[in-house]
């Protein structure tokens, strides 16, 4: 029999994340940002190369440079100069000749063609070549990125190679959106700050720091609120407060259908709801809507259920809300190593053990509790088991989803 956790009517993830991306309007402002702090940055304007790179014609290995019909004429050519990266041959190879030449040193004009020094023999300025192969280790001008290019796009998220490319092109500075601004506050009597004395009738606020952590891995600015009792003028209040510093406000605990759950009216009376329930486990009682100058996410209390809608559902949308263009997950097909329970009615998002097994087959398993408040279980886990909603328990050996962990939760 189902409890009332997986009552009907509850709304798939996949209509959420239709809503949410329908409703978000992207942040505008654009600011130029220094290459060396512009990591996870997201693009404003594209990014189109002022140069070649290389710059110019030049060798991948360290050898001889020479004409290929010289070497079809003639095993032994004669050494007549040097060219090393940064310091070119300038002299004019005549029919014949070869040039010494180091890996990335420009070709010298009139060759085509470099042999690696260990397929030649030299005997003081006589170079006899054993093998060769016309056009062999060049690396044309323009081989990487050719002038004129579009190198990033709007909406792109500037990772480290991005900014080695950058970097590549000599740009020293990027347009980009502005960073976000994130409130976040947890809700609940029973919560202690750490660093205050622990006590036997209180926890220590897990989801606030984790979700500050989380945030930062996003590279957003945040705003840390602390604690809110389960006290409606107090919450309302810093709603009000978060409202007008933030760009989305994020709050833990309050959003369910206890007594002293007030978020959820807090914000139909100040904003508005977008969605409320949600079909998957955990995370059902997220809540989504919009404050007058900002978005709101409601995250459920219980540990597991912050960090996992804040990783499937808020982190999607704070990256729509920064003006980046997200994929929808890419889950993989694996074969169940163990059991796994479940009831239909929601989409479970099982911490679980993803590994390639003796077969070379990828397979899971579960590795423990999937209580909502055992968060040691991510620590165990490198994926998640993507059960769908109308499944039931799973069967060691049944084809099942999993989508490995992001950086956000691992
Ligand atoms: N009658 C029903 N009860 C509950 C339902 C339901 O449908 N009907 N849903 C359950 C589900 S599912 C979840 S998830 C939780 C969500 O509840 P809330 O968002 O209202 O959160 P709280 O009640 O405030 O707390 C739940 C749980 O988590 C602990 N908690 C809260 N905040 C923190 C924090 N910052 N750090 C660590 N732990 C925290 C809190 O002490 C509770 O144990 O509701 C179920 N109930
Ligand atoms: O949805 Mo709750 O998050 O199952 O524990």
């Known amino acids: 029999m189902n409890s009332g956790c997986d009552a009907p009517g509850l709304m798939p993830i996949e209509q959420a994340m239709r809503i949410i991306a329908d409703t978000i309007s992207p942040i505008t402002d654009i600011t130029l940002c220094d290459l060396g702090e512009a990591l996870d940055r997201v693009i404003a304007k594209d990014i189109v ?6 710059a110019y014609d030049n060798s991948a290995m360290d050898g001889y440079a020479l004409r290929f019909n010289d070497y079809l004429a003639s095993k032994t050519l004669t050494l007549v100069g040097k060219s090393f990266a940064g310091t070119k041959f300038t002299g004019a190879m005549q029919e014949g000749e070869c040039v010494r030449i180091m890996t990335g040193a420009e070709i010298p004009e009139g060759a085509d063609t470099v042999v690696m020094q260990e397929n030649a023999v030299a005997n003081d300025k006589q170079i006899t070549f054993n093998s060769a192969g016309k056009g062999d280790a060049i690396r044309p001008a323009g081989d990487d990125i050719k002038q004129g290019d579009t190198i990033l796009k709007v909406g792109d998220r500037i990772n480290a190679i991005d900014i080695g490319l950058l970097a590549s092109l000599g740009v020293s500075s990027v347009p980009v959106y502005r960073k976000l601004r ?10 202690l700050a750490v660093g205050e004395q622990p006590r036997s009738d209180r926890i220590f606020d897990t989801n606030r720091p984790m979700l500050l952590a989380m945030l930062s891995k996003m590279g957003v600015d945040t705003i840390d609120m602390g604690i809110i009792e389960d006290d409606k003028a107090q919450i309302k209040a810093a709603f009000e407060y978060a409202n007008q510093q933030a760009d989305c406000v994020i709050t833990s605990g309050g959003v369910s259908v206890g007594e002293a759950d007030y ?6 009376e100040y904003g ?3 969605f409320w329930k949600l079909a998957i486990k955990p995370g059902k009682p997220l809540a989504f809507g919009r404050l007058p100058n900002s978005v709101f996410f409601g995250l459920p209390g219980n540990p597991v ?7 499937q559902i808020a982190a ?3 990256a729509i809300l920064a003006g980046c263009k997200i994929q929808a997950p890419v889950l993989l097909p694996a074969i169940a190593a163990s059991i796994f329970k479940k009831r239909p009615g929601r989409t479970d998002y099982q911490r679980a053990h993803y590994f390639i097994d003796e077969d070379g087959q990828v397979s899971v398993e579960t590795l423990g509790s999937q209580s909502s408040g055992v968060l040691s279980c991510f620590r165990k886990s490198n994926c998640y088991a993507v059960l769908e909603s109308e499944r039931g328990r799973v069967s060691a050996g049944e084809s099942v989803h999993i989508l490995p962990f992001s950086s956000i939760v691992s």
Do not use: H
């Open 316 to 318: 999607p949308a704070l």
């Open 305 to 311: 259920s912050s960090a996992v809608t804040f990783d």
């Open 263 to 268: 978020t959820r009216e807090i914000l139909e």
């Open 272 to 274: 508005s709801v977008d």
């Open 49 to 54: 190369s002022p140069i070649n790179v290389p």
């Open 182 to 191: 994130v409130a976040v506050f947890s809700t609940g009597d029973e919560l």
